[in-house]
């Protein structure tokens, strides 16, 4: 029921969440709210001047009513309104008893206790003149009727007027803040900010009934609200001029975009939450075992990996806490030291947990990376599907799943997270899609160069994979719709352009320091069986449910190489997917684009399965191309885990909304007969080998001068880096020859993997490996001490491990006297022995 409108009215303290997000009353046409914090000094001129421009044109604005709502004021704000309220009936004072609780708490007062078929909504101190009411009365009623929203003024309209400026600090903040919420919250509104609004009423009351900012954000959760529902909201030009006094402190912007995480937060769906939760809880399961012992756990398949992603984690967070340079250290390879910026140590992640590694240990910022970068990978999938592709939330989050937990990630996950943390690859994709729609092709090209920039420093060859995935994809959706084609190319090549041209700045040094730096190199040489083999595709990898490690390994470099491994059911069902889903365009790029990618995998030459014939694969024409030259062409099959996710959504996505229930009930199991077989097991896990004490205790300190190595027997290199380990376990705190890098060897500066080898660490590993010993006389005597000069060394220690024997006695040969017992491990100390 409405309210007579000469009716007065005062209320002390109202429940906003009692007043009833209704309908208008039809007696009022215009209500005006007025938020007051202490303004006892400027309430009485804002009230005259908004009754004097209501009553000079009574057909114009017809019945209204003016709210002032007191928020808590210490001074005489209230009184004033009272006073006011006395000689003009149409004027009410609602009393919010109390503290101050923030303009969005008055404001939503305000609007659920009107009745107007239009509320508007001003600051107290009339910065935006009533006057400019006309403005946005007109563009409302141009709206008029269920097309009404919302006609905000706006300081960054080309038309409107700033008389007085604020400080240029404020109003340097000011616009960044407004930056900020139109990139996080209103994408399209450039100034959210100015306390001159025009609304529907009943709009306006039901988005303030659903509020719950109390603080300055209250106006972006309104608009985001209007965004919602789909009303429009129009931004009008204004005069504006800066108020002495006001109330906005330079905290405050702060605090909006703390209340707009807030709304961000609360915008989330509950079902998005689950199914980050389920990711989530679908990642620690995996990574149980390695959490259930971090002090001794080592995943088992990771061979040496966990040892160098330990030690990379542990030396970026040395270099940054010593304010030396991130990409390079001696620590290994002593003395020519790692290029670090080659080996891809992940400084988008390693950087930002150097805290976690400081306080708590390499291998926890190690579990971390990997439990938290595959949860953040599916989820990244999943909103890419949910955006671009279905709409239903079940079906994105199936095939979000295949894309992260796809057999390929899963093999990376036991030691490359470089492979596995790909959680920037779906933001750059939605970034190179919008550019399509050619709509904002500025803002979308920065953002593809920070996203691509940021993707450089988790990992380039990731990067590369992506670029050719999409690649594959666009060409063949060119050919699938070319009139959408047509109209793509172009904003779509700006955009890539723009995008270069702020990528290449922010990258161009790290790049240098990769490729010409110290300890740079040309390509890595990865042998002649890095390609897949036809069969991988159809069989399960060793860390699937129903994988056989036997069978997996026959078909794969290693089992951190298992790049392909999808089972026949699934390509089984891809191939039905495409077959019956064949009229979408999408459809039949995604299958064209897997296919692709899976015979580039199979490397330069395939060779048929059973058989000996063996033909040329397409890969030949890019394996000594650049970047191409240094790529494991096997990873090419990684392409085709989010092309097969796609798939599967789309499907579950038609199977969700068949009319009939038996066809629905026949595909959902399909389905599930199709993945549930390389569903991944969780990790294994074995004990990792206690640091010895002669290392743990600090007992070395006493054999080692500033800028001599520790030499361990044999060196550390891809095949044994237990004392990388040691490094990263106890602070870093020696160098050492040899290591699990990639570095240059030869003139040629080829890239292999650990440091270029000398006579006396190819002997020591030899023995190691169980190879005998040969007679060792001066001259190898001599070679030897060459080559403990050229280390620096300044110990040698040999630790318990298989042909402990034998790397003994051939030390003892070598160097001339028998080793010393210590902390657990042989020790011969090289100083004043001419040998060091």
Request: neutral net charge; aromatic residues 8%.
């Amino acid at each position: 029921m409405g309210r007579p409108p000469g009716a007065a009215r005062v209320v002390t303290s109202p429940n906003p969440t009692s007043a009833a997000a209704g309908t208008s009353d039809p007696a009022v046409d215009l209500t005006v709210v007025v938020p007051a914090y202490n303004e006892e000094d400027r309430l009485r001129p804002t009230l005259d001047a908004i009754r004097e421009h209501l009553n000079a044109d009574p057909d114009r604005w017809g019945s209204w009513e003016l709210i002032v709502v007191d928020d808590g004021s210490t001074d005489g704000t209230a009184r004033i309104a009272r006073e006011v309220a006395a000689e003009e009936p149409r004027i009410h004072v609602i009393d919010s008893a109390g503290p101050n609780k923030g303009k969005g708490h008055a404001l939503r007062t305000g609007v659920l206790a009107s009745y107007g078929r239009r509320v508007l909504l001003t600051d107290a101190d009339l910065a935006t003149p009533i006057e400019e009411l006309d403005r946005l009365d007109e563009q409302l009623g141009a709206g008029a009727g269920a097309g009404a929203g919302a006609a905000i003024g706006s300081r960054a309209h080309p038309d409107s007027r700033i008389d007085v400026h604020q400080r240029p600090l404020r109003e340097w903040l000011g616009r960044l803040g407004n930056r900020l919420i139109r990139a996080v919250a209103v994408p399209g509104i450039r100034d959210t900010q100015c306390g001159f609004k025009l609304f529907d009423g009943d709009k306006a009351r039901a988005a303030f009934a659903d509020a719950r900012l109390r603080g300055w954000g209250i106006d972006v959760e309104i608009l985001s609200f209007f965004r919602r529902a789909g009303w429009p909201i129009t931004e009008v030009p204004v005069r504006w001029s800066h108020r002495a006094g006001s109330k906005v402190r330079a905290v405050d912007y702060a605090k909006v975009l703390l209340e707009l995480l807030r709304l961000k937060a609360r915008g989330v769906r509950r079902a998005d939450l689950a199914v980050t939760g389920l990711f989530l809880l679908a990642s620690v399961l995996l990574y149980k075992n390695l959490w259930w012992d971090l002090d001794h756990g080592y995943l088992a398949d990771s061979m040496q990996d966990q040892n160098q992603w330990e030690w990379f984690f542990a030396v970026t967070a040395d270099n940054i806490s010593h304010l030396r340079n991130p990409l390079f250290t001696t620590l290994q390879g002593h003395p020519d030291g790692v290029n670090l910026m080659a080996n891809t140590v992940m400084l988008g992640l390693s950087a930002p947990l150097t805290p976690v590694t400081l306080l708590l240990g390499p291998t926890v910022t190690w579990a971390l990376v990997l439990t938290l970068g595959l949860t953040a990978t599916a989820c990244a999938w999943y909103w890419l599907i949910v955006r671009w592709l279905v709409h239903d939330r079940r079906a994105a989050a199936v095939g979000a799943a295949l894309c992260a937990y796809a057999p390929p990630m899963i093999s990376h996950g036991t030691a490359h997270p470089n492979f596995l943390v790909l959680c920037m690859i779906p933001v750059i994709v939605d970034r190179a899609l919008r550019l399509c729609e050619g709509r904002r092709v500025v803002r979308d090209g920065v953002l593809l160069g920070l996203f691509a920039t940021y993707q450089i420093f988790l990992g380039e060859e990731p990067l590369l994979l992506a670029a050719v995935g999409m690649l594959l994809f666009a060409l063949s959706y060119a050919l699938a719709r070319p009139e959408a084609a047509r109209a793509a190319w172009r904003p779509l090549l700006r955009g890539i352009g723009i995008a270069a041209a702020v990528a290449l700045p922010l990258v161009a040094f790290p790049l240098w320091w990769q490729f010409s730096g110290p300890q740079s190199y040309t390509s890595v040489l990865h042998g002649d069986n890095a390609g897949n083999s036809p069969r991988a595709f159809l069989e399960f990898s060793g860390r699937s449910l129903l994988g056989q490690d036997f069978r997996a390994d026959a078909l794969a470099m290693n089992r951190t190489e298992q790049n392909a491994f999808y089972g026949w059911p699934l390509i089984g069902l891809a191939a039905i997917i495409v077959v019956r889903l064949s009229r979408l365009a999408v459809v039949r790029a995604l299958a064209a684009t897997a296919f692709a990618a899976g015979l580039l995998s199979l490397g330069p030459r395939m060779r048929i399965p059973f058989t000996d014939v063996v033909l040329t694969g397409p890969w030949k024409w890019l394996a000594d191309k650049p970047l191409f030259e240094s790529v494991i062409e096997s990873r090419m099959a990684m392409i085709c885990a989010p092309a097969l996710g796609m798939l599967v959504a789309l499907a579950v996505d038609r199977l969700n909304r068949a009319a009939v229930r038996e066809y629905r009930a026949v595909g959902l199991a399909a389905v599930v007969v199709a993945l549930l077989p390389i569903t991944p097991t969780p990790y294994p896990v074995r004990e990792r080998p206690d640091v010895p004490a002669f290392i743990a205790d600090g007992t070395y300190r006493d054999h080692l001068r500033p800028g001599e190595s520790l030499v361990p027997v044999p060196l550390p290199d891809p095949g044994d880096a237990e004392a990388l380990h040691w490094q990263s376990a106890t602070g870093l705190g020696f160098p050492v020859p040899g290591g699990y890098f990639n570095g240059p060897w030869g003139p040629e500066r080829t890239g292999i993997y650990g440091a270029a080898p000398r006579h006396t660490s190819s002997l020591l590993r030899d023995v190691r490996y169980g190879k005998p010993l040969p007679p060792i006389g001066p001259n190898w005597r001599a070679q030897a001490r060459r080559d403990l000069a050229y280390w620096r060394a300044g110990v040698v220690v040999l630790a318990p491990q298989d042909n402990e024997e034998a790397l003994y006695a051939a030390v003892v040969k070598l160097l001339g006297r028998p080793g010393e017992r210590i902390g657990g491990v042989w020790v011969w100390d090289l100083h004043g022995t001419g040998d060091g």
